[in-house]
């Protein structure tokens, strides 16, 4: 008989436990038959019940779990001659041995749990964190890696920080640890000065966050090499979904001698790194001798100021 497991807000919950063509004696327990009925909250016994479910949810999403790679197993699904799972990606890494028992893995399938993962829907994993989609157990991993709830990197350039988190947890993130200012408004004026402008490889400035119209923006500013030849960028992130920064556009300007150099586009996504838009040039590039020249003086000091504004654009 084929197994079914649906998840979702103001349904039942029913499993039928399929007949297993695999060895894990654990998939038959976990499979338990169990019904309920999430809309008979009032009834004193719901919640118990609910918690067997979720304990039956839990207890397949570990038999699905690869214990090498730690990731939702999809078919194929490998097992060894005693019954332990592994998926089919990871059986080159462990040189073709069960990492369980160190047996030798062949190519024999676990055909049971490719059953019941094709059965299965579930709830996304960023559940607690606003995601109400639920997917079938082969889709839920590529939504997973594009859902608009999953965690953000730290925008912070300049260090490999492996900090994740929602908006306002990388806000605080940014303040307390990067120690990153935070302005309240829509315009800047920001003044840069470095003593030695020749050495321009690779040097960061510290990274600001601007909240406008109730978001928050990252202006980034930066010396590299573009070939050979040394140059300034500043750029903006939005701290949110590429389509929502679809929603605004922004300016930046400087200049100095009576000259000056503009730039207008609309900010990208932190999903983007900070890397990945200074290589596209998507943002204001000044060269050196113009930095210098826009520096006055001596031309020995880097003295750039960057103005900008931040705009909604309009049907937004």
Same mark, same amino acid.
């Given at each position: 008989?084929?197994? !079914?497991?649906?998840?979702?807000?103001?349904?039942?919950?029913?499993?039928?436990?399929?007949?297993?063509? $695999?060895?894990?004696?654990?998939?038959?327990?976990?499979?338990?038959?169990?019904?309920?009925?999430? =809309?008979?909250?009032?009834?004193?016994?719901?919640?118990?019940?609910?918690?067997? !479910?979720?304990?039956?949810?839990?207890?397949?999403?570990?038999?699905?779990?690869?214990?090498?790679?730690?990731?939702?197993?999809?078919?194929?699904?490998?097992?060894?001659?005693? %019954?332990?799972?592994?998926?089919?990606? $990871?059986?080159?890494?462990? /040189?073709?041995? @069960?990492?369980? @028992?160190?047996? =030798?893995?062949?190519?024999?399938?676990?055909?049971?749990?490719?059953?019941?993962?094709?059965?299965?829907?579930?709830? @996304?994993?960023?559940?607690?964190?606003?995601?109400?989609?639920?997917?079938?157990?082969?889709?839920?991993?590529?939504?997973?890696?594009?859902?608009?709830?999953?965690?953000?990197? $730290? +925008?912070?350039?300049?260090?490999?920080?492996?900090?994740? %988190?929602?908006?306002?947890?990388?806000?605080?993130?940014?303040?307390?640890? #990067?120690?990153? /200012?935070? #302005?309240?408004?829509?315009?800047?004026?920001?003044?840069?000065?470095?003593?030695? +402008?020749?050495?321009?490889?690779?040097?960061?400035? &510290?990274?600001?966050?601007?909240? @406008?119209?109730?978001?928050?923006?990252?202006?980034?500013?930066?010396?590299?090499?573009?070939? &050979?030849?040394?140059?300034? &960028?500043?750029?903006?992130?939005?701290?949110? =979904?590429?389509?929502?920064?679809?929603?605004?556009?922004?300016?930046?300007?400087?200049? %100095?001698?009576?000259?000056?150099?503009?730039?207008?586009?609309?900010?990208?996504?932190?999903?983007?790194?900070?890397?990945?838009?200074?290589?596209?040039?998507? %943002?204001?590039?000044?060269?050196?001798?113009?930095?210098?020249?826009?520096?006055?003086?001596?031309?020995?000091?880097?003295?750039?100021?960057?103005?900008?504004?931040?705009?909604? =654009?309009?049907?937004?």
């Amino acid at each position: 008989m084929k197994g !079914a497991f649906t998840m979702a807000p103001g349904s039942s919950i029913v499993t039928v436990v399929p007949e297993s063509d $695999c060895g894990d004696d654990g998939l038959s327990e976990a499979l338990g038959s169990i019904s309920l009925d999430v =809309e008979s909250s009032s009834k004193p016994w719901s919640t118990s019940l609910a918690n067997v !479910a979720l304990s039956s949810l839990a207890g397949l999403n570990d038999l699905l779990e690869c214990p090498v790679c730690t990731n939702s197993m999809r078919p194929p699904i490998l097992q060894c001659p005693n %019954g332990h799972t592994i998926c089919s990606s $990871c059986k080159h890494r462990v /040189d073709n041995h @069960c990492p369980t @028992c160190r047996q =030798e893995l062949g190519n024999i399938r676990c055909l049971a749990l490719e059953k019941v993962a094709d059965q299965l829907q579930l709830p @996304c994993k960023y559940q607690s964190m606003g995601c109400a989609e639920i997917h079938p157990y082969k889709n839920k991993l590529k939504h997973e890696e594009l859902c608009r709830f999953r965690p953000y990197n $730290c +925008p912070y350039a300049g260090s490999e920080c492996l900090i994740t %988190g929602d908006v306002p947890f990388l806000v605080s993130h940014l303040i307390n640890d #990067h120690k990153v /200012d935070l #302005h309240e408004g829509c315009t800047f004026n920001h003044r840069y000065v470095k003593p030695n +402008p020749y050495e321009v490889e690779n040097a960061t400035w &510290m990274l600001t966050v601007f909240k @406008c119209f109730g978001q928050h923006f990252c202006l980034h500013f930066e010396a590299f090499l573009l070939g &050979m030849a040394p140059v300034y &960028m500043a750029f903006l992130r939005f701290m949110g =979904e590429e389509s929502e920064a679809q929603g605004f556009g922004y300016s930046l300007e400087v200049g %100095g001698g009576g000259r000056k150099l503009t730039w207008q586009g609309t900010p990208r996504s932190i999903r983007d790194s900070h890397r990945k838009v200074r290589d596209s040039f998507d %943002g204001l590039i000044i060269h050196r001798n113009m930095a210098l020249f826009f520096s006055g003086g001596s031309r020995q000091e880097l003295k750039l100021r960057v103005t900008g504004r931040i705009w909604r =654009e309009q049907g937004q």
